[in-house]
DNA sequence: CGCATATTTGATAGATTTCAATTTATGTGG
DNA sequence: CCACATAAATTGAAATCTATCAAATATGCG
């Protein structure tokens, strides 16, 4: 939970200055932790939130299902990350949050974040500023599925979640990612034979191939290129080691 | 002006409840308005931004451009809605605005924004509201292009304006939308063509129909159906009049 | 009327999905 | 460590959807 909660911190920090005083407040906000298998719903859509969820391990996405047979996967989210921070300002949940691995969550209270918030008006301008860029990746993540290609709609994919995670240290570099090719095509609205194809066509030109669970990036630059990258949505300074 | 800060705080107002004074204070934000021309872009991305904009008519679009021959709208803003809000608390521009028709907005202060956010937390925590329903209108958006073929991604857009505008009298209706195929296709990640036979599609079933920027609906279940649509994320309340 | 913009249509190429089958990984209990 | 069960990855072929190109028609506007 310490751990996590200091990338959390971290991410907040990248926009907002906060006092040392400030920070602490943060990182004492007390959690629940849970361990959870994956494929696990863990916050369910139109449910009234009394807490919202730190990533402690592991990897989890938000998720719609506009029907029987068809799932979106709407976001990713990695240790550090609230996923459903938004339900500390409106207490019903939007969507399905679910693990797509193993991974450890921790359930902050409402009533804790707010008394932070009211404490400290500057965290809550943090808060708010996370709720944006969460929103700004969402919004790329709409203009990965609606006008790149599959191939460059996967690559984007991982060059973003390599940002994310921090890994980003060289040209050449592997990051874990352990999600599977059906979890990759519910993000980007591709079937899964054609993402397994598409991976094949990447890993052939020597941009990235997947391994077990590792992803390995032998070029990033030439990824990048592919993948039409622009890491500025992101709205985190290059130096920073988190980002969302 | 003030009719459209009269729509935007009933958008507010759907989802937190204000007191007289406090919806005064909304309702006496000044701003400087300005008519634009169809096709002309007021928020340019990464701009340091003062003001946030109100769409006091016509319609506007948020815009990025992943290459130079691709572009996708990520979200269309009408008449009282504020599309770049959380400028106010994140002062810096994370896409394009642009209007797609004739359109008049006006550019309202973040120091004011601010100022009445400061005297009164439940107009702060209002705005806060407003930016997780936008940022849930995107992952929609997102499930649309990722998840429903042209022809009911084309539907869901429909259905969602006429939501939105508040336009849902009946089960036949119509209303004022007039933008074009190129739009559209631009908002969908179709091509133009397709985008023109899709709507043909949907015309041959009797479920609405474009004619010289006004859509006929005369069969609204049907088009709810054709699209998938479920209004409730919306999040705002059935029986109110505007919704975002 | 005439230009510019938007819509419509046809034909073809290309991208992506679906179906079905096979192979390869992964985890578990004996 | 093996055998088994399960999930995941891979491959091929055919069907479908969607894009592209090119041209014709319609529409709005000065």
New interface residues.
């Given amino acids: 939970m310490e751990r996590s909660l200091d990338i959390f911190l971290d991410k907040l920090t990248a ?1 907002t200055r906060l006092t040392e005083e400030e920070r602490r407040a943060v990182l004492a906000l007390p959690g629940r932790s849970e361990r959870l298998e994956a494929h696990k719903p863990f916050v369910l859509f ?1 449910d009234a939130a009394t807490t919202a969820t730190l990533v402690i391990d592991g990897f989890c996405a ?1 998720v ?1 299902a ?2 029987d047979d ?3 996967i ?2 990713i989210y990695v240790q550090g990350d609230m996923p459903d921070l ?1 339900s500390a ?2 207490p ?1 949940a ?2 399905n949050l679910e693990t797509l691995t193993q991974a450890t969550i921790a359930r902050i209270s409402h009533a804790d974040i707010r008394e932070v918030m009211r404490r400290f008006p500057a965290v809550a ?1 943090a808060f ?2 996370y ?6 990746i ?6 990965n ?4 290609d599959a191939r460059a709609a996967l690559a984007h994919l991982f060059c973003e979640m390599a940002v994310r995670m921090g890994k980003v240290v060289a040209n050449n570099f592997s990051f874990h990612f352990p999600v599977s090719q059906l979890q990759l095509s519910e993000a ?2 591709l079937s899964a034979v054609h993402v397994n194809r598409s991976l094949g066509s990447l890993r052939h030109d020597g941009l990235m191939r997947v391994e077990r669970g590792a992803v390995q990036v032998p070029d990033w630059k030439g990824l990048v290129q592919a993948a ?1 990258f622009n890491e ?2 992101l ?1 985190a300074p290059a130096t920073r080691r988190y980002a969302i």
């Fill in positions: 926009r139109g938000r719609e506009p029907s068809k799932r979106q709407t976001a938004y300002f409106q019903e939007v969507a301008e708010c500023r709720l944006v860029a969460d929103a700004v969402t919004a790329e993540w709409l203009v599925v609606g006008s790149r980007t609205g039409q500025r949505y709205m």
